[in-house]
């Protein structure tokens, strides 16, 4: 019998976190690919396949993939819906990681780029399985807000992002993510701004990324693209990404998708994806994303081709 949709959760009324409602669960589930019967000549572009992503992997094009976005297990114990990963030592965490990796080298092109997300138990562990197929190129750390304090420890209040390629000859577009911060102290020379804009909503500049990133909002229950997946990565997060590491029409591979955050910002930025997902109840999650992505490609904290500050924008 195919699984059924998730319950629905009873929600106070201001809160937008998705639901699959049971009537939507049918239509949902035609879209998804099973990945059992996945033969790689009958693979749909922009297509969610439930399955194991170790026997999915294998089975995809070679080197048919521009951008490589992982967000794997932490090295934690985690329940993912009905999947769970058990912290192991960091010896054996390597090795796994190392064991889809090896699957994922043989699909990437030789301009590809690949992002790994970690915590700073697991950072190592990336860093030498990465750079046992990648070029190391940086170390994204990105500020979490979300989450409780410690009294004997300092807040987890970061993660990381670890930046690989396959070669040197790689794709990052430095416009489409420079940052808009608003500029505290003007300078002006002869009277005029000085690499700075004036407009009636404030003073602003364009500024070159960091890999340092302290403008994302993670997913919360006001937050449209919000759903009950733990480890939900923001849409903001993978749009700066995906527009500094691809051009449209490239291809997008996350083997380990989630509820499908990697898939709607593809949609909603013109890029193809293939997103693997174990579990049958967040494919249904992702492919009401993608649903929704037909009429709204907003993504928050970025409007207009550019990424604000957070908190600047001003309407």
């Given at each position: 019998m195919p699984p059924k949709p998730p319950q629905k959760k009873a929600r106070a009324p201001r809160n937008r976190t998705l639901q699959v409602e049971e009537s939507d669960a049918h239509r949902l589930r035609e879209v998804i690919v099973d990945g059992v019967s996945l033969r790689t000549s009958l693979l749909p572009q922009n297509a969610i396949v439930n399955?194991?992503?170790?026997?999915?992997?294998?089975?995809?094009?070679?080197?048919?993939?521009?951008?490589?976005?992982?967000?794997?297990p932490y090295n934690l114990n985690k329940s993912f819906g009905q999947e769970s990963f058990r912290s192991r030592a960091a010896e054996e965490y390597e090795a796994w990681l190392d064991s889809w990796l090896s699957l994922c080298e043989p699909l990437m092109k030789p301009t590809a780029s690949i992002y790994i997300c970690g915590d700073w138990r697991s950072g190592g562990a990336i860093e030498r399985a990465g750079s046992r197929y990648f070029k190391l190129r940086n170390r994204i750390a990105w500020e979490r807000e979300k989450g409780r304090g410690a009294k004997a420890n300092w807040k987890n209040a970061a993660e990381d992002i670890w930046f690989f390629t396959v070669s040197d000859e790689?794709?990052?577009?430095?416009?489409?993510?420079?940052?808009?911060?608003?500029?505290?102290?003007?300078?002006?020379?002869?009277?005029?701004?000085?690499?700075?804009?004036?407009?009636?909503?404030?003073?602003?500049?364009?500024?070159?990324?960091?890999?340092?990133?302290?403008?994302?909002?993670?997913p919360f229950w006001s937050m449209p693209e919000n759903t009950d997946h733990p480890t939900q990565k923001p849409e903001k997060l993978l749009a700066k990404i995906i527009l500094a590491s691809t051009n449209p029409g490239d291809v997008v591979l996350d083997p380990f998708a989630g509820s499908g955050t990697t898939a709607a910002v593809c949609k909603k930025l013109g890029r193809e994806f293939i997103a693997i997902e174990a579990d049958m109840d967040y494919c249904l999650l992702a492919a009401k994303r993608l649903e929704l992505a037909e009429t709204d490609r907003s993504i928050q904290g970025f409007t207009d081709g550019v990424f604000w500050e957070r908190n600047s924008a001003r309407g």
């Open positions: 399955g194991d992503t170790f026997q999915v992997l294998p089975r995809l094009r070679p080197r048919s993939v521009d951008l490589l976005f992982a967000d794997p790689f794709t990052f577009n430095l416009d489409a993510v420079k940052q808009r911060r608003r500029v505290v102290a003007p300078y002006r020379t002869n009277g005029s701004p000085k690499d700075w804009d004036e407009t009636d909503n404030g003073n602003f500049r364009d500024t070159h990324p960091s890999n340092i990133w302290t403008d994302i909002t993670v």
